[in-house]
């Protein structure tokens, strides 16, 4: 934030007697967004995949404001691995879920490839998400009377895939994350662990620019939760984009870098410290988990 734009938050404050952002307002500023970043006005040498300029999100309770993301600032670059931590009620959930499209902001801004997406109607989120988004949940969100196949396929069928492109990313997909042989089952049919591995196929079946993952081991056992961060780490190394969420630190030193929020502000924003070498073939080759 620049001197001036912090400085007007202050004397609003003052004057007030409430900040601004608590009121569901943002400070004004003159500089234009797509060439600020989070801790200064320095300009930016290329457009990130994903930026946000004092984001907030406020939610009513019975009258009463609640204020969830307050004045985020964020920037990820593209094949950035970030992980976003916080104790409950911090507001990570609401930063992905806003970044998605998924729950609407109540002031600020939000950058998607260097095109403002948070004054998109629900329709043009729609289709932004059908192109240059994936999600993956805790509670997997697969379509019950649909088969593995046809779960997988559904999204680069609405991204505007030919039915042969679509299927034949599915059976890469599927392939690559050793679930042929359940390509026509049922989500029912399926153990935890092979759910989560459908959801992250369906979330790249569309080749998104972004992946977005909250929670995707928090109902996962240890095992499965090896498994799947396997292969958040294998589709990074390809070259993806991803913003996670997780509680947990030991899942969180997959990424390239921890962004921690408390009460609905980032407090701290560093790089992960390169992991120590192991003996190959060890548990501790993704990351070391234990009960």
Do not use: C
């Amino acid at each position: 934030m620049s001197r001036e734009a912090g400085g007007g938050r202050r004397r609003a404050a003052d004057e007030s007697g409430t900040d601004p952002v608590e009121r569901g307002e943002r400070p004004a500023r003159d500089e234009r967004p797509a060439e600020r970043v989070r801790s200064g006005e320095r300009p930016m040498r290329a457009d990130p995949v994903v930026a946000t300029v004092n984001l907030v999100k406020i939610y009513q309770n019975g009258g009463v404001p609640v204020p969830a993301v307050r004045g985020v600032d964020l920037r990820v670059e593209r094949g950035e691995f970030v992980a976003i931590m916080g104790p409950s009620g911090s507001g990570k959930s609401t930063l992905v879920h806003m970044l998605g499209g998924l729950d609407p902001r109540t002031s600020g801004e939000i950058w998607l490839d260097g095109k403002r997406a948070d004054t998109l109607g629900e329709s043009a989120w729609a289709l932004l998400r059908r192109k240059k988004i994936g999600f993956v949940f805790q509670f997997f969100n697969l379509v019950a009377n649909m088969t593995v196949a046809d779960n997988v396929e559904l999204p680069a069928l609405l991204a505007g895939a030919s039915p042969r492109e679509a299927r034949e990313r599915r059976e890469r997909l599927l392939d690559a994350l050793g679930l042929t042989g359940r390509a026509d089952a049922a989500p029912a049919q399926l153990a935890g662990g092979e759910q989560q591995r459908v959801a992250l196929a369906r979330a790249l079946a569309n080749r998104p620019s972004l992946l977005l993952a909250d929670e995707p081991t928090g109902n996962l056992d240890s095992r499965n939760t090896r498994d799947v961060l396997k292969l958040l780490g294998e589709v990074h190394r390809d070259g993806q984009t991803i913003i996670m969420v997780t509680h947990d630190a030991r899942v969180a030193s997959l990424a390239d870098r921890v962004v921690s929020l408390l009460d609905g502000q980032i407090v701290d924003d560093g790089a992960v410290a390169a992991p120590r070498r192991r003996p190959k073939g060890t548990a501790g080759d993704v990351v070391e988990l234990r009960g």
